[in-house]
């Protein structure tokens, strides 16, 4: 591949996991001159480690940026666990990240309002605004009102929330030997700047089941329905990897594998669904 065509790739793989040059640096350990001139194909021949460090941040293959050879056609769908786990679907508050307690924290000391407060409105409106039914405007409205003070939910959750410890890399793991997916309770337009800012594994999701779209939440059953059909596999093939006892049992009623996960001592976890996704070969 000529160095032209070698940068367009590596741009247009960086954008599709919605990472900015300078997220991709600090993730990599690439200087911005490195990466920049990569991307307009200013380096003659540019060292296979650093295409190797730059596919791996980005969760690919070295076939895809090299060749040009799209990662699930050449990794997808070659693994299958021990317990014939094909598809693994990630809740993302919980599991990918952990955040609301923060947050909630944060909005507290500046409000001096209690968090048990903060909790009770927040949690009046939550349901319907992952439903997709109920705007995140009436949110604010009722915290500001509350607070007495002016109050932009989302961006004290996007400052908030951080990524889970170790997740990244078992994401990246089973993103090379499985389909993956995210399955959340989320309010609207959260997913895109978390994987913009690399809060969320610079991976390529299989799919992605996002609650305000969908216009359900976990546990009910509509929302294991859609990301059943979404993965494409059978249910005894899915295994939902989530924090909420209640979620797990809906996902279990609906065939699938469940594992609980903890983001807040997320060692144990990680080791517990690594284990049970050993491949069967």
């Known amino acids: 591949m000529d160095e032209k065509r070698l940068g367009k790739v590596v741009q247009d793989a960086r954008r599709a996991r919605g990472m900015t040059q300078q997220v991709l640096c600090q993730k990599s350990g690439l200087s911005y001159s490195t990466l920049a001139k990569i991307e307009r194909g200013a380096i003659k021949s540019p060292s296979i480690f650093t295409i190797q460090t730059i596919a791996a941040t980005l969760g690919t293959g070295l076939d895809e940026l090299m060749l040009g050879v799209p990662a699930q056609k050449t990794m997808r769908n070659k693994k299958v666990s021990r317990s014939g786990v094909r598809f693994v679907y990630f809740d993302m508050n919980g599991c990918l990240v952990r955040a609301g307690s923060r947050a909630i924290g944060k909005l507290a000391e500046e409000s001096g309002a209690s968090a048990d407060v903060i909790e009770t409105i927040l949690w009046r409106y939550d349901a319907d605004i992952c439903r997709g039914v109920t705007p995140v405007s009436e949110l604010n409205a009722a915290l500001s009102a509350g607070l007495n003070m002016q109050v932009d939910w989302v961006s004290y959750y996007l400052d908030a929330v951080e990524a889970t410890p170790g997740v990244g890399e078992l994401i990246r793991w089973a993103a090379q030997n499985y389909q993956i997916g995210i399955?959340?309770?989320?309010?609207?337009?959260?997913?895109?700047?978390?994987?913009?800012?690399?809060?969320?594994?610079?991976?390529?999701?299989?799919?992605?089941?996002?609650?305000?779209?969908?216009?359900?939440?976990?546990?009910?059953?509509?929302?294991?329905?859609?990301?059943?059909?979404?993965?494409?596999?059978?249910?005894?093939?899915?295994?939902?990897?989530?924090?909420?006892?209640?979620?797990?049992?809906?996902?279990?009623?609906?065939?699938?594998?469940?594992?609980?996960?903890?983001?807040?001592?997320?060692?144990?976890?990680?080791?517990?669904?690594?284990?049970?996704?050993?491949?069967?070969?």
Do not use: C
Request: hydrophobic letters at 40%; zero cysteines; glycine letters at 4%.
């Open 183 to 281: 399955l959340t309770n989320t309010m609207p337009d959260l997913i895109s700047p978390m994987r913009a800012n690399g809060t969320l594994p610079p991976v390529d999701f299989d799919t992605i089941i996002d609650s305000s779209q969908i216009h359900a939440i976990k546990p009910e059953e509509r929302m294991y329905n859609v990301a059943t059909e979404k993965a494409g596999v059978q249910p005894n093939e899915i295994l939902l990897v989530d924090d909420d006892r209640a979620n797990l049992i809906a996902a279990g009623k609906a065939g699938w594998h469940t594992m609980s996960f903890d983001a807040f001592h997320p060692e144990e976890s990680i080791i517990a669904v690594s284990t049970a996704l050993e491949p069967a070969n």
